[in-house]
Nanobody
């Protein structure tokens, strides 16, 4: 059973920082892209940042230059360093990964349970 488990959410004042972590566990062959999404109340889930297994990154315009995504391939971990947080960053943050359970060209999307990030003004 593949699982993604997030940690690191919480309450922070505007201008502060938080580090989110996500660990992939279980039996699988490889992990391809890993990323972070967020969903605020009344809004659709949106991409925050994604990183390939080779380290290429992509960010939403709203977080570029404030957030940094990174990963540890050996430990199947992905991180999201969030700096200069704003109240509009308040949301549930979800870890996402494309994981191949067996060797081959196909991988499937998995989601973590989500972690709440609240930024007070």
């Amino acid at each position: 059973q593949v699982q993604l488990v997030e940690s690191g959410g919480g309450l922070v004042q505007a201008g502060g920082s938080l580090l989110l972590s996500c660990a992939a566990s279980g039996s699988f062959s490889r992990v391809d892209d890993m990323g972070w999404y967020r969903q605020a109340p009344g809004n659709q889930r949106e991409l925050v940042a994604v990183i390939s297994s080779g380290g290429s990154t992509n960010y939403a315009d709203s977080v570029r230059d404030r957030f940094t995504i990174s990963r540890d391939n050996a430990k199947n971990l992905v991180y999201l360093q969030m700096n200069s947080l704003k109240p509009e960053d308040t949301a549930v943050y979800y870890c996402n990964a494309e994981i191949a359970k067996v060797a081959g060209p196909f991988s499937f999307q998995y989601w973590g349970q989500g972690t709440q990030v609240t930024v007070s003004s």
